[in-house]
C-alpha cells in the first residue's frame, strides 16, 4: 500500500475495458461485523489499536469458522455508547443476521461464536429481522473506496438511516463502488447515485438487481456466473426463486451448475466456462503492472421437470 495518489483509478480502467462485473464477488459463509471508529488501516485487524486479546480473539473465530471473514464498521455522526457486533449467516437457505450491542471489546470474549454460528436457540433474541447495507470505504487499501464509496454511502444513509454501514475491504476494489446487503449475501458493485434508491427498495423486497450484481457470496465465481445467465434468460428476479443443487466440474475452467426453480418445479443446467481475455487492466490503483482479466461465458442451458 502506498500513499502517492496514482494517476489512474482502477475503477475507471475496468469500467473502460468492459471488464465483467458478474461472478467476482468473494465467497463467505459467515462475516463478523465490528464497530471500529477510530481510523482504518489496509490491513484493518493488524494494523488496529484493538489489545492483543482482542486480536487474538478474533483470529480464533476466523480461524475456527470455515468460509468466514471480519470486516470493520463504521457510521459518520455516530453518538451512540457502546459497540455493534454483528455476525451474518449469509447461506443460501435460512440466511440469519445477528446483532449485539456490547460495553466495550472486551465483551466479545463473553460471546459463544461456534453456538451463535450454528443457530444455538440461546441468541434467537439477538436476531435482527431489518436488513444491514455495507459500503466499502477503506481508503487506505484503495483510493477507489473512498472516492466512489463514500458518496454513495451517504446517498444510502438518505434511504435506510442507521442500517447503513461503512465497511472494510469486500474485495474488488476495481468494481467500487462496491456494496454488501446482509443477511442474503448479495454484492453489488459499479452503481450510481441515482441508482441506490432502486436497488435497495428491491433488496427489501426480496429481489436482485442483475446490472450491478457481483454475485451472491454463498456461491462460489462459477455458480455466481451460472446463476446470472440463468437468472438473465429465464428473468428470475427474486432471490429466492432459484436453488443451487450441484457444481460438477467437466474439465479445467469449465462448470456445470445445476439450479432448481421451486416456482417452476423445474431443474436447469447451466454449462459455464472460465477464459482468459485480451483485456489487461490494474487490480488496483496501487497496482504496478497490468493482468490479464477473465471472464465467464454460457455455453449451454438446459432444464428437466422435477420428478413428482
Same mark, same amino acid.
Given at each position: 500500500m502506498t500513499d502517492t495518489i496514482p494517476d489512474f483509478l482502477c475503477s475507471t480502467l475496468s469500467l473502460d475495458s468492459h471488464e465483467q462485473l458478474f461472478g467476482s464477488a468473494s465467497t463467505n459463509d459467515v462475516w463478523f461485523l465490528l464497530e471500529y471508529s477510530r481510523p482504518w488501516g489496509a490491513k484493518v485487524l493488524p494494523e488496529s489499536d484493538l489489545p492483543d486479546s482482542i486480536k487474538l480473539a478474533l483470529n480464533g473465530y476466523l480461524s475456527a469458522t470455515p468460509k468466514s471473514n471480519l470486516l470493520f464498521i463504521k457510521q459518520q455522526f455516530r453518538h451512540i455508547e457502546g459497540i455493534t457486533f454483528y455476525v451474518a449467516l449469509t447461506r443460501e437457505t435460512d440466511p440469519q443476521l445477528y446483532e449485539f450491542h456490547l460495553e466495550s471489546y472486551?465483551?466479545?470474549?463473553?460471546?459463544?461464536?461456534? &453456538?451463535?454460528?450454528?443457530?444455538?436457540?440461546?441468541?434467537?433474541?439477538?436476531?435482527?429481522?431489518?436488513?444491514?447495507?455495507?459500503?466499502?470505504?477503506? &481508503?487506505?487499501?484503495?483510493?477507489?473506496? &473512498?472516492?466512489?464509496?463514500?458518496? &454513495?454511502?451517504?446517498?444510502?444513509?438518505?434511504?435506510?438511516?442507521?442500517?447503513?454501514?461503512?465497511?472494510s475491504h469486500l474485495g474488488g476494489h476495481r468494481f467500487a463502488p462496491t456494496a454488501l446487503f446482509l443477511p442474503d449475501g448479495v454484492n453489488y458493485g459499479r452503481f450510481q447515485a441515482d441508482d441506490i434508491g432502486q436497488i435497495m427498495s428491491d433488496y427489501e423486497q426480496g429481489i436482485i438487481q442483475l446490472d450491478y450484481l457481483r454475485g451472491r457470496v454463498c456461491y462460489d465465481s462459477a455458480a455466481q456466473a451460472a446463476d446470472y445467465f440463468l437468472r438473465a434468460e429465464i428473468e428470475v428476479g427474486e432471490i429466492d426463486g432459484l436453488k443451487l443443487v450441484n457444481t460438477q466440474v467437466m474439465e479445467k475452467d469449465s462448470w456445470l451448475v445445476q439450479f432448481e426453480s421451486p416456482a417452476e418445479k423445474t431443474t436447469y443446467s447451466v454449462h459455464v466456462q472460465k477464459l482468459m481475455t485480451e483485456i489487461e487492466t490494474f487490480t488496483s490503483c496501487a497496482a504496478t503492472e497490468k493482468v490479464p482479466m477473465w471472464k465467464y461465458r454460457l455455453i449451454a442451458l438446459s432444464s428437466v421437470p422435477n420428478s413428482a
Open positions: 472486551d465483551d466479545l470474549l463473553a460471546l459463544d461464536i461456534p &453456538a451463535i454460528v450454528s443457530g444455538d436457540a440461546a441468541y434467537d433474541d439477538h436476531i435482527t429481522n431489518e436488513p444491514l447495507f455495507l459500503i466499502c470505504t477503506n &481508503a487506505r487499501r484503495d483510493q477507489c473506496c &473512498a472516492r466512489l464509496g463514500l458518496p &454513495a454511502y451517504k446517498t444510502m444513509v438518505n434511504k435506510a438511516g442507521s442500517r447503513v454501514w461503512q465497511c
